[in-house]
Nanobody, 124 residues
Framework: EVQLVESGGGEVQAGGSLTLSCATS????????VAWFRQAPGKEREVVSCVRLTDGRTYYYPESAKGRFTISENDAKNEVYLQIDSLKPEDTAIYYC????????????????WGQGTQVTVSS
């Protein structure tokens, strides 16, 4: 059974940093991709970053997000991380990790497996 469990959220002040973790189980790194999405109140869910586990290739959406967001993986622990630096109040959202087979995608609708989410609140 595929499972994804996020952790690491919390309330932080603007300018601070957080590292979110996604503990995965039930699938191998081969030919899978794990993405981080976020959903702010009243807004649609949007992709932030994705890592293709097969080769470690990373994607950021938009590309400019690479400056503040860093996705990484630890295959030995079956975990994927999202580090967020220079947090802004507009980063306040529920952050989800999700898995799909093969390649990364920006489309949330084609990710069949999701975690329950972790809340990030950034105060000014």
């Amino acid at each position: 059974e595929v499972q994804l469990v996020e952790s690491g959220g919390g309330e932080v002040q603007a300018g601070g940093s957080l590292t979110l973790s996604c503990a995965t189980s039930g699938f191998s790194p081969f030919d899978n991709a794990v993405a981080w999405f976020r959903q702010a109140p009243g807004k649609e869910r949007e992709v932030v970053s994705c890592v293709r586990l097969t080769d470690g290739r990373t994607y950021y959406y938009p590309e400019s997000a690479k400056g503040r967001f860093t996705i990484s993986e630890n295959d030995a622990k079956n975990e994927v991380y999202l580090q967020i630096d220079s947090l802004k109040p507009e980063d306040t959202a529920i952050y989800y990790c999700a898995k799909k087979a093969s390649y990364c995608s920006e489309l949330s609708s084609i990710y069949p497996y999701w975690g329950q989410g972790t809340q990030v609140t950034v105060s000014s």
